[in-house]
C-alpha cells in the first residue's frame, strides 16, 4: 500500500520508545476528576477514544505534582490517595491495549494555580506562589517561592514521576509553557528574582533543568522526557522567539523530545488555542525556528488538522511530530483515516470552542460534531437494531445528517426528504464566511456519509404529510430547522436589504457601506467578514451587549476582532430601512439616521414549528430535532439528531 501522507505516516523513535505515527493527541483534561485528584472512569474512556483512533500518543492532562503549593483541581498521582495508582494505570492501560504510547503531563500552575476549583470560599484566603512576589490581574497576590519550596516541588516532579512510570506510563510531558510556573521561571516578565533562580537566562531555565534531572533520575534511561514550552510568550516584556531557542539549548541535554507552543496567560487564550479567525498552523514557524538551533526532535502544534498541511510541515522539516487536541475530538479516528488514505472521510474541528466552551460552563465536555465526546462510556460504536425499520427523515441540515446516516449504520432503510436542491442547511450560508468554511465543509462530510451508508436522499421533496404518510415510515425524524426572523420593519424587504442567510447567494448586493442589523452571533460574524473585505460596516442591536448567545471562550475573541473593524451601535432599535440606510432609536429616544448603501439583516432564527406540527402524527415513533425544536446550536442539531436515531 503506497501512503498518501508518507511522513505522517512512519513511525519515530524516542529513547527507547517507537510511536507508530507522528500524530500525537495533545493534553487535553479530564472531566470527572475526583475530589481528591483521581482520574474518574469517564475520562479514563475519553482518552482511550484517542488511543483506539490511531495516535501515536496519547496525553493525559494534567498531574499537578505539588499540591501543598498547587491546590487545582486536577489529577494527582500519590500513593496515600485510594485508587490513585489505581485510575492511573487503568487509563494507561486502555491507551496503551491500542497500540498508542500513554503520556503523562506533569505540572504546577505556580501563581495561576486553580485553588478557587475545590473550594471557591478559599479564593483569597490559599496562598499562591510563584517566581516573585506579585499581584495577578485578578487581584490576587502572590507569594515568592523559597528555596526550600522549590527543593520541594522539584523532588515532587521525580516522585510523581515514577509512580507514572510504574503506572504504565511510557513517556512524560513536562509542562513548561503558556504561563505555568516553569514557563514563569523562564520569563522576565514574572521573574524578578535576583538569587540563582533569575536575573539572567541561565539563572532563569535553573528550576526546568533542577525538574528534568529529577525526573530523568527517576524514570531511568532511555524512557522518553518531553518538555512542553512556549516557543515566544507573544507580549511585550514576555521572553521573545530569539530567547526562545536559548532556552530550549538549554533545556536539550536533558530532554529527548521538545514540544513548542505559543502564548501564556498574558498574552491570552486565542494564541494558545488559534481561533477561526486565525490561519491554522498559525504557531508552526515558532517550533520550525527552534528546530534549526537543536538536534532532538521537536513537536508543533496550533490549529492543526489537514492532513496535507501536516504532511508538508514534516517533510519540510519544520517539525518532527504535530499534535492535534480539538482536532482528535471532532475526529478522533483522523489518524487511522490518514494511516488508511481516508482523508476525505475526515469530520474536521470547527474551532468553534464548544468543547473548552462546555468545560468551563458545566465541568463536562461535549464536541459539536462529534456527539460521542464526554460520553464515550455510553459506547462507541454503533450496533444493528433488532430489526430494520424504514425511516423518513425531514430536513437535511446538520441534525438531520447525522440521524440518517446513524438510522443508516443500525441497519434501517432511511429516505431523506430535502425542500432545496442542495443538503447542508442553515451551514450552506457559511460558506460565504472564509473562518468558517469548515462549517460549510461538515455538511459536504455528512452528506457523504449518507450517501456511502445507503441513504436515499430526494432533493426538491418539501415533506408533506401526504408524501410522508405514503412511504408508510415506522419512524420520522423531523429536522426541519428554522427560518429567519424578519420583523415588519418599513422598508425590510427593499432591494438594499440582504437576509444573512442567503447572503452567499446575493454577495454581490452588498456594496461598500454596510448596516448590520443585529448584533447576536450570525450579526457579529457576518460583520467582522465584511469588514475584512474592506467595506465600512456598522452593526445595530438592541440589547447592551453583542454576541449573547456566542460560547464563553469564541465570544471575547469575536468582540476582539470587531475591535477597530466594525462601527457598533448597542442600544439602538431599528425603526425604518431607507435606501439611505437604517432609521433608529437610542434608550433616550432619539432617532439617529446610519448611513448604508447596503443592509445586512441578520435579527435571529424562528423555529419551523408548522412543519412539526403537520408531521407529527406520521409515524408510530416520530422526534423533532435541532431548530425546529428549539432554536439552539449546530451542537444540539448533531447531538439530537444522533441519539434520536439511536432510539428507533
Known sequence: MIKKFPHLSSPIQIGNITFRNRMFSAPMGGTDITNDGCIGPKSTAFYELRGKGGAGAVTVSECMVHPETDGSHAYHLDTSILNSLAAAAYTADAIRRHGAIPSLELSHSGMYAGTYMTDKSKQHSMNQWGPSDAVRPDGVPVKSLTKEMLAEIVSAYGNVAGLAKRAGFEMLMIHGGHGWLLNQFFSPYFNKRTDEYGGSLENRCRLAIEVLKAVREAVGPGFPIELRMSGSELFEGGYDLAEGVKIAQQMEPYIDLLHVSAGTYQRGFGDTHPSMFKDH?????????????????????????????????????????????????????????????????????????????????????????????????????????????????????PGGLKAAHTAALRGHKVILMEKESELGGILKSEQALPFKHEMYELSLTFAKQCREAGVEIRLNTEASKELVEQESPDAVIIAAGSSPLVPPIPGIHGENVTIVNNYYLEKENIKDNVVVLGGGLAGCEAAIHLAQEGKKVTIVEMRKELAPDANVRHRPLLLKQMENLVEIRTGFR????????????????????????????????????????????????????????????ITNAVYQGYHAALDI
Do not use: W
Open 281 to 397: 498552523g498559525c504557531n508552526v514557524y515558532l517550533a520550525a525556528e527552534i528546530k534549526k538551533h537543536v538536534s532532538i526532535p521537536v513537536a508543533t502544534i496550533g490549529g492543526l488538522n489537514d492532513p496535507q498541511q501536516m504532511e508538508k510541515i514534516i517533510a519540510e522539516g519544520k517539525a518532527d511530530i504535530v499534535y492535534m487536541a480539538r482536532a482528535l475530538l471532532a475526529d478522533p479516528f483522523l489518524p487511522r483515516k490518514v494511516m488508511a488514505n481516508k482523508e476525505e472521510d475526515i469530520v474536521k474541528c470547527l474551532r468553534c470552542f464548544t468543547c473548552m466552551a462546555e468545560r468551563a460552563a458545566t465541568s463536562t465536555r461535549r464536541c459539536t460534531v462529534n456527539p460521542l465526546i464526554g460520553r464515550e462510556m455510553e459506547g462507541c460504536d454503533i450496533t444493528k437494531a433488532p430489526e430494520s425499520k424504514k425511516v423518513v427523515v425531514v430536513g437535511g441540515g
Open 574 to 633: 431599528g425603526l425604518e430601512i431607507t435606501p439611505q440606510g437604517v432609521l433608529c432609536e437610542d434608550s433616550e429616544k432619539q432617532q439617529h439616521l446610519l448611513i448604508g448603501n447596503s443592509v445586512l439583516c441578520a435579527l435571529g432564527q424562528r423555529a419551523r414549528r408548522d412543519v412539526v406540527e403537520a408531521l407529527q402524527d406520521t409515524a408510530p415513533y416520530v422526534a423533532s430535532i435541532g431548530d425546529c425544536a428549539k432554536v439552539s446550536t
